[in-house]
């Protein structure tokens, strides 16, 4: 992972050192003294390229990476803020003869922010769990199915929850069954990149119950795309499948499920998530998941990542549901704008095309143990029938 942005953390370390160094008030300064100036950039710089040498993208041991994304962002990154604000202050002073460079002051309060955010994200943001109630309103829903009761929840993610952090998917599993759920559906990435990762919590997620079942789709992390070896990637590809079976979930791989309730139907598809690399075969077949379901059928699919939903699945009358994760919102919220937003108009949140609809859930983990303005979330959602 720090391999594909080497480049740009050697900038963010060095260019602001650099910068700091031209200063009249630092080349006064006697060599030993400058040269010490050096010295954390130096060492960041040495522990930047140990772990861009590491060939797995995400590092077993995730303990080094997390601390150094600490350090990080709470003294380079901060550090690169100022410079940056102090470089276009110096320019505006220049250009329109000001007294002062204010970019000077801007930065210190825009450096001081960016620290606080990645302390409150890192030790007190992926604390919190939301627990988010809805009512959705569908059509063709039999009225059997009024107030059928749903658990959401998505990115899991549990190789990140280590140490002190096993604690909180505790939490979120126990507050997953404390709604009395009658399905749960988890919409994918289990993992990070390796199915050994669920073995300290096996016993957790073994624990999750529901009246109809816990049913769940693959999302691209537990495909292990992230690693290069054919023979071990397929390994791992049959354990994930058969870890959650082993789980008493009910994996949907391309395919679909029926729930029933005094001669009602309601029907429950997965499609397998496409790969995250161009030259790999795409895995979603969304006409196998929906053969022999009927139209006028109540359907609810399950899909992790809700990028083709206006273009593919929204057309589909039959699906009048679709539950998604892979965003995780961002992870990220100032004042309603989420990074996400950029590269996907439906990252976050319920959306409608017509009589169908999408929920986008933000998940409970992620690779990188970060929430701010975003917290951790099960969605738990009432269904409804649409009342003619």
């Known amino acids: 992972m720090i391999a594909r942005i080497i480049f740009i953390l050697l900038i963010v370390l060095f260019l602001p050192q650099f910068y700091l160094s031209r200063r009249k008030s630092q080349r006064s300064k006697k060599a030993w003294q400058r040269a010490l100036r050096w010295l954390p950039a130096l060492l960041m710089g040495v522990w930047t390229v140990v772990l861009a040498l590491k060939r797995d993208f995400v590092p077993r041991d995730l303990t080094m990476l ?7 962002g709470v003294y380079f990154v901060p550090k690169a803020i100022y410079v940056l604000c102090s470089a276009v202050g110096r320019l505006v002073r220049k250009l329109f003869r000001v007294r002062y460079n204010w970019g000077n002051l801007v930065g210190i309060v825009l450096a001081i922010l960016s620290a606080y ?18 009512e959705i309103s569908i059509p063709n829903l039999p009225r059997e199915f009024d107030g059928y009761r749903i658990v959401a929840f998505s990115d899991a993610h549990v190789g990140s929850f280590d140490g002190w952090r096993k604690s909180l998917l505790q939490r979120d599993i126990d507050s997953i069954n404390a709604q009395q759920a009658d399905a749960i559906f988890f919409l994918g990435d289990l993992q990070n990149q390796r199915p050994s990762e669920l073995y300290p919590v096996q016993d957790i997620l073994s624990s999750l119950k529901a009246r109809d079942g816990v049913f769940s789709v693959l ?22 499948v058969s870890r959650q079976r082993q789980f008493g979930w009910k994996p949907l791989l391309n395919e679909h499920s029926v729930v029933r309730r005094q001669g009602a139907k309601l029907v429950i598809a997965g499609v397998e998530n496409d790969a995250t690399r161009g030259s790999m075969k795409p895995r979603r077949n969304l006409a196998k998941a929906m053969e022999g379901i009927r139209e006028g059928d109540c359907v609810i699919l399950l899909q992790h990542d809700p990028y083709v939903w206006r273009t593919e699945i929204a057309p589909d009358t039959r699906i009048a549901l679709t539950l998604s994760g892979h965003t995780h919102g961002g992870q990220v919220s100032l004042f309603g704008l989420r990074p996400t937003q950029l590269t996907n108009q439906t990252d976050y949140g319920l959306y ?3 009589d169908r609809q999408l929920y986008v859930t933000c998940g409970i983990g992620g690779l990188l143990p970060f929430r701010f303005g975003m917290s951790p ?3 738990v959602i009432t269904l409804r029938p649409i009342k003619n």
């Open 219 to 240: 999302g691209n992390h537990d495909y292990s795309d992230y690693i290069d070896d054919p023979a071990i990637k397929a390994a791992n590809d049959r354990e994930m």
């Open 352 to 354: 409608r095309e017509d």
């Open 377 to 379: 979330e099960i969605a």
């Open 66 to 72: 997390n601390v150094y994304l600490v350090v990080l």
């Open 117 to 134: 955010v990645v302390v409150y994200g890192s030790f007190v943001g992926v604390r919190r769990l939301n627990v988010k109630r809805l």
